[in-house]
């Protein structure tokens, strides 16, 4: 019996990771985007991103996942009703903890690429311009390979931390790996054995994911050590 | 083909994000399923349990389609008003306060509530037998306000989950705990690290203090007169054709 249900609690390891995953992507593309547009120097766009990473950094994780799970709904839909509308919105919680998750690391990420871009030598891209490169050019053959290998500590830290941010959508009802271990701890009345199980599932992601980075991290400093040192 | 590509993209993410839960006329009802022998998950992801199975006659019996959502306690009863569930089913105890927030059903059932304590403990079960006693229960129900209520003597130790005032009862740490009858029998008694506690005090119900309620009914949105309605005619039947009775000595034995 405990079998079985150490099977269904990693068998929710799928949404778990489909969770943390589309997570990623999205904070990913939300944190290059607000870190170009904070060194645009474009005053609204570096303005719109400055004020994003502030008031999310600001909030706790919990209470933006209930606010979007709970509050936005409720409010679209009062808001639809009083203009005669017909709809019902309705955030499934997947998709209520892929935003959550994709708009609190997306302003984590976006530091952590800002940060990036600031340490990639100007001259380098003055001397691009004055060769004539195109901008995409520029930005796949040069920024981009920097971008990759300064980013990475600080891109690495913040999936270690949205993976295990993951636990908090089972709050809103998502059937991850917490939501099933709390089930099974409760029907079993055994709350060691699978909150334990649980752990050791969100620790091999860990561990899993810091052995692929490092190799990662091995091929995007190839060549740097010998420089910097 | 890039504008392609985009709009393809765009209505992925709009229909990720605002899947409807009304698409069909499912009526999409909760639990949390974290009270055995009530309503729980078992090891194949299935939910079970009393309130479980009378849910799935009731919905036969009044031919509705109906969708049980095992959801989290946290914020069940928001969702039900804001229409995000049709209706609840958790043991829910009808007291006034719950009432202006929805509707209920017929009640279903008059939950029996008992002590459970260590064999040769000997404490008699009065507001002045317990004065000193440690007494576990979970928070926010209806065992935490009638201990809150009448037993100020009594160092209360309120818990999250369900089975958390069992751990603190085996370890020591607690001298009682209060829970409905048939959850202490099925999740503690019968297993091993119950075999040297026992119920003990009267067998109560909302009879004998009103902090245990009038008995659990389904809950349902206040808006939704029509199922209120619906509900009640499967209550009426399962009543009559005996399922109730049937799954009542099923769980309880009685």
């Known amino acids: ?229 | 083909m890039r504008i392609l590509f985009n709009a393809a993209c765009a209505v992925t993410l709009a229909s990720t994000f605002l899947s409807p839960v009304y698409a069909a006329e499912k009526i999409n009802i909760a639990t949390d399923a974290t009270f055995p022998p009530f309503e729980s998950i078992d090891a194949n992801g299935k939910l079970v349990g009393f309130d479980v199975e009378l849910m799935e006659a009731v919905c036969k019996a009044a031919e509705l389609d109906c969708n049980i959502i095992a959801a989290a306690w946290e914020g069940m009863f928001p969702s039900l008003v804001e229409g995000k569930y049709d209706a609840l089913i958790s043991q829910l105890t009808v007291t006034e306060k719950r009432r202006k927030m929805f509707a209920f059903s017929e009640i279903y059932d008059h939950p029996i509530f008992r002590f459970v304590a260590k064999k040769d403990a000997n404490i008699t079960i009065t507001p002045d037998g317990v004065a000193g006693k440690i007494i576990a229960v979970q928070t926010g129900t209806p065992m935490d306000a009638y201990v809150t209520a009448h037993m100020p003597n009594a160092t209360i130790k309120r818990y999250d989950s369900g089975s958390a005032p069992f751990l603190d009862l085996t370890s020591g740490r607690a001298d009682l705990v209060l829970g409905y009858q048939a959850q202490i029998v099925h999740s503690f008694l019968m297993k091993d690290e119950g075999k040297e506690f026992e119920l003990t005090g009267p067998q109560m119900t909302g009879k004998d203090a009103k902090e245990f309620g009038e008995g659990v009914a389904i809950a349902i949105n206040k808006k939704n007169t029509k199922l209120v309605e619906d509900i009640n005619e499967g209550l009426a039947t399962v009543r009559e054709n005996g399922t109730l009775k049937a799954l009542m000595v099923k769980y309880f034995g009685e």
């Open chain 1, 1 to 229: 019996m405990i079998g079985n249900f150490a099977l269904s609690i990693l068998a929710a390891g799928l949404m778990t990771l489909l969770l943390a995953l589309t997570s990623l992507a999205l904070a990913t593309s939300i944190g290059l985007a607000a870190a170009f547009a904070k060194l645009s120097g474009n005053g609204f766009l570096s303005g719109m991103a400055s004020g994003y990473t502030f008031i999310i950094r600001g909030i706790p994780d919990l209470v933006v996942m209930l606010l979007l799970f709970y509050s936005l709904p409720a409010m679209l839909n009062q808001g639809a009703e009083a203009i005669g509308l017909d709809i019902q919105v309705e955030f499934s919680p997947i998709a209520a903890g892929i935003a959550t998750l994709g708009l609190i690391f997306g302003a984590y990420m976006t530091e952590t690429f800002r940060t990036a871009l600031l340490n990639i030598p100007k001259g380098q891209i003055e001397a691009a311009v004055a060769y004539g490169l195109p901008r995409l050019r520029i930005f796949f053959a040069i920024i981009l390979p920097q971008l990759a290998r300064l980013a990475l500590p600080g891109f690495t830290n913040n999936w270690l931390v949205l993976a295990k941010a993951t636990a908090l959508a089972s709050i809103i009802g998502l059937h991850d790996v917490m939501f099933r271990a709390k089930a099974a701890a409760e029907a079993t009345s055994m709350p060691f054995t699978f909150y334990l199980i649980a752990a050791g599932f969100y620790f091999s992601v860990t561990l899993c994911s810091m052995l692929l980075l490092s190799i990662v991290a091995r091929r995007t400093a190839a060549g740097m050590r010998e420089l910097a040192s």
